[in-house]
């Protein structure tokens, strides 16, 4: 957008080129393998999930201060901000702001160029994926290599992540054979002859083909999970090892980071690294966790960029009722529990954010001009099952609705909606009255107008339930899960 | 304050920078100010040997090797650990107490980070020895400052084998109380358990790219 002065463009969140979410997921909906995946996938997490949450018997105490500690800091973001710009710069680091996309590559590329390198490795980030960044990269000459297996995966097979956690999971171990197979040799070390297909093989083939690109790139992009304010730490949260080799061993780090991840204060961090990792992977602690201030002379990057990014985050904000999902900390458990994500798969959200929170996201982010970011609001039954897993505490079902009386609609219907997510916003305030709610939610139209009508007419969503949610999750969750 | 020089220099950084800031304060001028509340536990005092036990369960629960032992035992218990698993050339941080290594004989070369190890001279190392400055025992974290006996962190990621010695008075009970102790200005790294992924097909696998093997000493006394 350059130097054009005006106020800065609605979010560009890249858009995966699929077609609107009725009919992509349809198509997923056909492909067993990635149904049966996905089932896997999500079922065991949520297993997981709710036994390391029953362990703390603080959690919701912990979820209100998490959500509270959120709403405190966006209530305040510009003071945050200005903050932690302050603290990163006095250790030693530089801050960009980028309004948009295009000001953040551009940003990225010139810093990259200006080292004189033509690749970088990257550690798994949301952001960097919203942005396209790897594309332009590309343009400019620049490589920029994966380093999450997940991503890895889904970098060799010229593909698209279908889940925040789990991008690779509509990949099964002979499609990851076939892929390494057929095209670690164009990116790197080949893989090794007589692989097989047996996970720590394929592991393996991954740790030898990423070992000397780490040992000697000298350029690292990342995102991160929290920056803290008051002390301009930078915090990411990962598995593999592959964040500690790019955030270490590089001369240069430059990492992009949505404005809303930042938190007050150090102490808050004893909050959200209770919340993360067990809403998360299902672990009380996720394998590895790093935490860096500027830099430290004689340990890690000499040189590290924070490039803060707006891309549609401030017109969230300007939203009463849809500000809340800027509280995300993308832990993925809204789309384990989520009965449309398990069928659809996260390709037909056509965004970086798939499921329950990919619906109120990406059509905030974007706008609503595209029939696929119009009919995400619908990608839902409204169950409410998203909203009590969500570590934060963000009220999709409610911002769903909200969203839907603000896609374009015929007179009628907007009225009706309106009126519909005015209640219920009230009404998901008040303890004690999910039932009446549930009951609210019905007189919700289902089915989305127009052309979108072809996502509602396929009855493999549930209806909502009638029951409680409480009571059908003690009922499926609780049991043989 | 100035922004930063650097490649951006010349293009509307800071023109960006003031009308983010300018659209975050339109959006949320009639917005509540929300009070924070912390409900949550804080503080939790337990006894020394339940702290031991927890973190050691905790620890073993990610198939990380977990010996307990009194201090008079750690270098026999660090001798026989590094043998088993055939260590030859073993990366060993500044300022580890030489008490660990009293008997671990002339069979294993030291590396000293001092000049700084080359990446690749890590990379062929068998593994590494460190203290830690804080552990976890609820989660079973141990957590890494670079401190003495510990060393930049390139040290602990690149050999696939970690020998970390925790001593019983660095184990707190849980997230807060490391907090608390920790020194966000020092560049942390927290470890559960070794490298793992499930990216197939949500198998769990120890070790793609950190220490594939991790084995910890809690010192009792
Ligand atoms: S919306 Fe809540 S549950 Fe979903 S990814 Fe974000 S924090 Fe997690």
């Known amino acids: ?481 | 304050m100035t922004p930063p020089a650097g490649p951006s220099a010349g293009l509307p950084a800071t023109g960006s920078r003031e009308r983010i800031l300018a659209r975050i304060r339109a959006a949320v001028a009639a917005a509540p100010e929300p009070p924070v509340r912390r409900a949550y536990r804080t503080g939790a005092r337990m006894p020394r040997e339940t702290l031991i036990e927890l973190f050691a369960e905790r620890v073993r629960d990610y198939r990380a090797i977990v010996h307990t032992v009194p201090g008079a035992e750690v270098p026999g218990t660090v001798a026989a650990a590094l043998a088993r698993r055939g260590v030859r050339r073993l990366v060993v941080p500044a300022h580890l107490p030489e008490a660990w290594l009293e008997r671990t004989g002339g069979s294993v070369e030291r590396l000293a980070d001092d000049p700084p190890l080359p990446a690749a001279e890590l990379d062929r190392a068998d593994g590494v020895i460190s203290g830690c400055a804080v552990a976890i025992a609820e989660t079973g974290t141990i957590v890494l400052d670079a401190g003495p006996g510990q060393g930049r962190r390139a040290l602990t990621l690149v050999p696939d084998y970690h020998l970390c010695l925790v001593r019983a008075e660095q184990i707190v009970p849980r997230v807060p109380e490391a907090i608390a102790r920790l020194d966000p200005r020092r560049p942390l790294t927290w470890i559960s358990g070794p490298s793992a992924t499930s990216d197939i097909e949500l198998n769990r696998i120890e070790g793609v790219h950190g220490p594939r093997t991790l084995e910890v000493v809690i010192i009792t006394d």
């Open chain 1, 1 to 481: 957008m350059g130097g054009s002065g005006t106020s800065p463009a609605r979010g560009r969140v890249v858009d995966l080129g699929m077609p609107e979410f009725p009919r992509g997921a349809a198509r997923a909906v056909a492909d067993s393998q990635l149904r049966f995946n996905l089932r896997k996938a999500t079922h065991t997490i949520r297993g997981k999930r709710a036994n390391v949450v029953a362990e703390l018997p603080d959690w919701l105490e912990l979820r209100a201060a998490g959500k509270a500690i959120k709403d405190h800091t966006l209530r305040n973001l510009d003071r945050y901000l200005i903050r932690l710009e302050r603290a990163v710069t006095e250790a030693g680091g530089h801050v960009h702001w980028a309004a948009d996309a295009a000001e953040a590559n551009r940003i990225v590329t010139d810093l990259v160029k200006a080292t004189g390198e033509t690749s970088v490795v990257k550690v798994k980030s949301m952001a960097t994926q919203e942005i396209g960044l790897n594309e332009a990269l590309a343009e400019a000459g620049i490589t920029a290599y994966e380093t999450d297996l997940a991503e890895l995966i889904v970098q060799l097979g010229d593909d698209r992540p279908s889940h925040i956690l789990v991008p690779a999971i509509h990949r099964n171990r002979a499609e990851i054979r076939e892929i390494f197979l057929d095209h670690m040799g164009e990116w790197g070390r080949p893989a090794p002859e007589g692989l097989t297909d047996e996970p720590r093989a394929l592991a393996e083939a991954a740790r030898l083909h990423l070992r000397e690109r780490f040992l000697s790139t000298k350029v690292a992009i990342s995102g991160a999970n929290f920056m803290v304010a008051e002390t301009g730490t930078l915090v990411v949260l990962e598995s593999e090892g592959n964040g500690r080799m790019c955030l270490t061993l590089p001369e240069t780090l430059i990492s992009v980071v949505g404005i809303e991840k930042v938190v007050p204060t150090w102490r808050d961090l004893e909050v959200f690294l209770q919340l993360l990792p067990r809403s998360s992977t299902g672990e009380r602690m996720n394998p590895y966790t790093s935490t860096w201030t500027g830099v430290t002379p004689g340990d890690g990057p000499r040189e590290f960029h924070l490039v803060l990014l707006d891309n549609g985050r401030t017109d969230v904000l300007a939203d009463e009722v849809g500000r809340q999902a800027l509280r995300c900390i993308r832990c993925s458990a809204c789309l384990n529990v989520c009965p449309v994500y398990e069928r659809a798969g996260g390709h037909a959200y056509g965004s970086v954010y798939p499921g329950p929170i990919g619906a109120i996201l990406t059509p905030q982010l974007r706008g609503m001009a595209s029939p696929l970011d119009a009919s995400l609001p619908y990608a839902s039954s409204l169950c409410g099952a998203c909203y009590d897993v969500c570590p934060v505490a963000i009220d999709i079902p409610t911002v769903l609705v909200h969203l839907r009386a603000r896609a374009p609609h015929p007179p009628a219907e907007r009225t009706l909606l309106r009126a519909a997510s005015w209640v219920l916003a009230r009404a998901s305030r008040l303890a004690g009255v999910q039932r009446l709610a549930s009951r609210l939610r019905r007189l919700i139209p289902r089915r989305a107008p127009g052309p979108l009508a072809a996502w509602t007419d396929t009855r493999d969503v549930p209806p909502v339930p009638k029951e409680p949610f409480r009571d059908w999750w003690d009922r499926t969750e609780g049991g043989a899960e």
